[in-house]
């Protein structure tokens, strides 16, 4: 069992940037990949960003629109993955989940999920 809690969302200006922060509880945190979703209201959670497990090398994939202003990174000794998400935009807006599970885009793939994190990106 791993549980999630995100933290670092809030009211950011375009093109400003924030760091998100979610920090995983239970000893099995390296044995998954990690990724982060969105969901506007109104829409479909999103895929947004993964990176895979420590022994495969810990590769990052971004959803297009994000590719080049996101990073995703992990760190095991904190137990932790970040998005740190520069050049934002309003369309950005949305609350942000984090999740374990196997490397993909899709939700499916998932096991464990956070809260969420509110993201506002005002123009």
């Known amino acids: 069992q791993v549980q999630l809690v995100e933290s670092g969302g809030g009211l950011v200006q375009a093109g400003g940037s924030l760091r998100l922060s979610c920090v995983a509880s239970g000893r099995t945190f390296t044995e998954y990949a990690m990724g982060w979703f969105r969901q506007a209201p109104g829409k479909e959670r999103e895929f947004v960003a993964t990176?895979?497990?420590?022994?495969?090398?810990?590769?990052?994939f971004y959803e297009g629109s994000v590719q080049g202003r996101f990073t995703i990174s992990r760190d095991n000794a904190k137990n932790a993955v970040y998005l740190q998400m520069n050049s934002l935009k309003p369309e950005d807006t949305a609350v942000y989940y984090c999740?374990?599970?196997?490397?993909?885009?899709?939700?499916?793939?998932?096991?464990?999920w956070g809260q969420g994190t509110q993201v506002t990106v005002s123009s």
């Open positions: 990176i895979t497990r420590t022994r495969s090398g810990g590769t990052p």
């Open positions: 999740a374990a599970g196997s490397w993909s885009t899709q939700r499916s793939d998932y096991d464990f």
